[in-house]
């Protein structure tokens, strides 16, 4: 069919509405192949770590492979002009694109390469049973340019059409015919039905509707780290989990191997975005919050404020260094060693140099005690060979690596210390600190961390959650911890100095994507300039890019919210908004808990989800009022709930969304933690169509304020 051929409107929509269903058949045989190869990998394979190997590469596609029928298998599709005399066989009956230029892994070609070529965009690549595409994946190369061609830069561009769906069936189509200077932009009427659409359950990814400054934040280069300070309703989140498909799908096997985590805020958090990696096929992305990466012990012990803030503070890590380092010893006399009729002697100096060489090499602890040990049993070798004219066997190296003189020499100079061991130690025993601390702590924070009844050993100490952190740097001193090639980091302004520490050992030879805004910063070491995070990350060099311009929270809500921006203490541009279509309602009400059943009540008429947020001692009991007054509710960590309402506790709102959001008595809010006004920004900024402000008392006084 040629593409300028005139057709009627509905004879196109049925022929999209053909593509589609080819498309599904086409991806179900390429699931069903899948499976087949996975049930057969033990009969193909030559042996059995290959087939283990093929069983779970074939185990990761079928999973790759899964189509979900309430979610469009493609959203839109490119029509590229006509270069003027020029020729493409490759081109097949349906317009579609034969070659391989159009796919991610074999470069996205020139705007004549695609002249007259037609492409549907997806999240994820289908073909045909000729190996053709029909839908090319969102983060191909070609597809850049439903992202970012316009008018002004159509880059080959003819048509751009967007496909409106009810559930996983196709209803409408829009076109912008770029080249004739047609561009909706924000007023497309099925980019903004899509981005305002009511939801109910996890986030959705955004690839039908990420905008052209996203885009660039999302194909950014694998070497390069980000920090992207964005505006409530920007879209930071998706922008990170984004990228981390993106790269995923540029450097699979790279990133297969050295694996790409996600780290956020909370396990509410977490299960909320939980769904949207496999939504674009991207199975294998690790996910935790901080406290996953320190479990080292088990946390069952609460600092007080003072003492938790204290072991956050980054002079805490040299603290630390210093007290590994203080365990290193100087030879105090030569080592002689039995060796059948041969004793074997090793004087001061050398073991000095021994000592003094790895010491300067800055290796991890352990590292360094195992360097050590090996360049005696070197210096012992030597000897050895000079006697006997010949090298001794790898028997014989072991042998003399666990002699009792080697070894009293190495407990003696650098002595094998445990992260558990050296943190009891260091928190209990008040001269170790004091020596370890000097000139960085002064004498009563040095009494403030000191415990006054110390466990006897580690093993039963009540540790605590900063204590974990402690002990994560610890380890990192002691033992080379394992990396990634990615990490996502999100929420990231409350991140203390030594949190930053813990992300920055496991991305040490990779890259980060750091989201957060400094506005909602809400922990007591919150950050106010990323700069100084990024140093302690690791990536002091990394862009940071803000995103101050949201799609998601209405206007009207982003102005309310705003007021509390100078009380913040933040240097951040005030958020703006392109939706003018929400609602704001703020009222005194005499009986909280009734008006509050009566507004979820009122928000059930509406389509989408309904958040009821309040202070975190307020959630039981209103919890109770909606299910008496018979209204299901789900709790923060109810993502895949059926209930359409849920009751979250304010300091875990952060990052979750609601199509209606009541916020019950804001000054309790602010009132239940010394950083509550950036609390309540938080909270305030949850609703992306309704907001309803309810009180008894006063409002705080930045939101009394002219608007």
């Not at 992202?147 to 830069?153: C, E, G, L, Q």
């Not at 191997?257 to 996600?262: E, M, N, P, Q, Y």
Request: proline residues 6%.
């Amino acid at each position: 069919m040629s593409l300028h051929a005139p057709v009627s409107l509905a004879d196109e929509l049925a022929a999209e509405q053909s593509h589609l269903a080819s498309s599904r058949t086409a991806l179900r045989r390429m699931r069903e192949r899948a499976e087949v190869l996975f049930a057969g990998g033990d009969k193909v394979a030559g042996d059995a770590y290959t087939a283990e190997q093929l069983g779970r590469h074939m185990a990761r596609r079928v999973a790759e492979l899964a189509d979900d029928p309430a979610t469009p298998l493609f959203f839109g599709r490119l029509d590229f002009g006509r270069a003027a005399e020029r020729q493409h066989s490759g081109r097949t009956a349906d317009g579609q694109h034969s070659g391989r230029a159009a796919d991610g892994h074999h470069g996205g070609g020139t705007d004549l390469d695609h002249a007259g070529h037609r492409y549907h965009i997806g999240r994820r690549h289908v073909t045909d049973e000729a190996g053709e595409p029909l839908v090319l994946d969102w983060r191909a190369p070609v597809s850049r340019s439903f992202y970012r061609a316009s008018a002004r830069d159509p880059q080959g561009v003819a048509t751009r059409r967007r496909f409106g769906f009810s559930g996983g069936t196709l209803t409408s189509f829009e076109d912008e015919h770029l080249d004739r200077g047609e561009e909706l932009g924000t007023t497309s009427r099925i980019l903004t039905a899509e981005i305002e659409r009511p939801r109910v359950g996890p986030m959705r990814d955004i690839v039908a509707t990420i905008q052209p400054e996203q885009d660039e934040l999302v194909r950014a280069d694998l070497a390069d780290s980000i920090c992207v300070q964005g505006a409530p309703g920007t879209g930071k989140t998706a922008v990170g989990l984004h990228r981390a498909a993106y790269l995923l799908y540029l450097h699979r096997e790279r990133l297969r191997r050295s694996g790409v985590l996600i780290v956020g805020p909370n396990r509410a958090f977490l299960s909320y975005i939980a769904a949207v990696l496999p939504a674009l096929g991207e199975v294998e992305v690790e996910q935790a919050t901080v406290e996953d990466l320190v479990g080292r012990v088990a946390v069952r012990a609460v600092d007080e404020p003072a003492v938790a803030a204290l072991k956050h503070d980054a002079r805490m890590a040299e603290v630390l260094w210093r007290a590994v380092r203080s365990h290193v010893g100087e030879p105090t006399e030569p080592i002689v060693v039995s060796d059948g009729s041969f004793r074997w002697r090793i004087g001061l100096d050398p073991l000095h140099r021994v000592v003094e060489e790895t010491r300067r090499e800055g290796l991890p602890y352990a590292t360094g005690r195992e360097r050590v040990r090996a360049r005696v049993v070197g210096l012992l070798q030597r000897q050895a060979e000079a006697r006997r004219a010949e090298s001794p066997g790898d028997a014989w190296l072991r042998r003399m690596g666990k002699a009792r003189p080697v070894t009293a020499f190495l407990d003696a100079v650098w002595p094998a210390l445990t992260p558990e061991g050296l943190v009891h130690r260091l928190l209990a025993d008040p001269q170790l600190l004091a020596e370890a601390a000097d000139g960085l702590l002064t004498p009563a924070e040095q009494a403030l961390l000191t415990w006054a009844k110390p466990a006897r050993t580690p093993k039963a100490t009540r540790w605590s959650a900063a204590d974990a952190v402690l002990v994560d740097e610890a380890a990192g001193l002691i033992e080379r911890p394992a990396g990634y090639g990615h990490v996502v980091v999100d929420e990231a302004q409350d991140l203390s100095p030594m949190q930053c520490r813990v992300i920055a050992r496991r991305s040490e030879h990779g890259s980060v994507t750091l989201l957060g805004d400094l506005a909602q910063g809400t922990a007591p070491w919150a950050a106010t300039d990323w700069r100084e995070s990024l140093a302690h990350l690791g990536k002091p060099d990394a862009t940071v890019v803000p995103l101050t311009v949201g799609f998601r929270v209405p206007a009207v809500v982003v102005a309310f919210a705003n007021r509390l921006l100078p009380a913040l203490a933040v240097d951040v541009p005030p958020a703006e908004s392109l939706r003018r279509d929400g609602t704001l309602d703020v009222r005194t009400v005499t009986d909280l808990t009734a008006a509050t059943v009566a507004e979820v009540h009122a928000a059930l008429a509406h389509d989408g989800s309904v958040g009821v947020i309040a202070a975190d001692d307020a959630v039981d009991g209103l919890r109770a009022a909606l299910d008496a007054a018979g209204v299901p509710t789900g709790g923060a960590d109810d993502v895949e709930a059926a209930a359409r309402v849920t009751v979250v506790p304010a300091t875990l709102v952060k990052g979750l969304e609601y199509d209606h959001v009541v916020v019950v008595e804001p000054t309790a809010i602010v009132a239940a933690e010394p950083r509550g006004l950036h609390r309540l920004y938080v909270v305030l900024t949850r609703a992306v169509s309704r907001l309803a402000v309810l009180h008894t008392v006063p409002l705080p006084a930045p939101l009394t304020g002219p608007a």
